[in-house]
Nanobody, 122 residues
Framework: QLQLVESGGGLVQDGGSLGLTCTATGRDASRYSMAWFRQAPGKEREFVAVVKWNGGMPHVADSVRGRFTISRDNADNTVYLQMNNLKPEDTAVYFC???????????????WGQGTQVTVSA
């Protein structure tokens, strides 16, 4: 089993920046892909970003490309999501996820963090 602990959410104005952090603990944590999903009110949980277990193949969704960056610190099993030029439509609960598959599909991930609220004021 893995445990995922997130931090970094908060309130920011339109155009501002936030950095999210997620640390995974447990056996084989360093061999699992790590990803970010988000869920806005009335919406399905959607893919945001993913990175492979070794930090390779970082990938972000079209909706955040050019603004968000995912990266991984292989030494401490930590994944980061740097969010720049935030917009009101980015407001959502952001979830960290991990699993043995490099995927953009929510159901491919068996391990999830508790979620952290990101609110962007207009």
């Amino acid at each position: 089993q893995l445990q995922l602990v997130e931090s970094g959410g908060g309130l920011v104005q339109d155009g501002g920046s936030l950095g999210l952090t997620c640390t995974a603990t447990g056996r084989d944590a360093s061999r699992y892909s790590m990803a970010w999903f988000r869920q806005a009110p009335g919406k399905e949980r959607e893919f945001v970003a993913v990175v492979k277990w070794n930090g390779g193949m970082p990938h972000v969704a079209d909706s955040v490309r050019g603004r968000f960056t995912i990266s991984r610190d292989n030494a401490d099993n930590t994944v980061y999501l740097q969010m720049n030029n935030l917009k009101p439509e980015d407001t959502a609960v952001y979830f960290c996820a991990s699993g043995n598959t490099y995927s953009t599909v929510r159901l491919d991930y068996p391990y999830w963090g508790q979620g952290t609220q990101v609110t962007v004021s207009a």
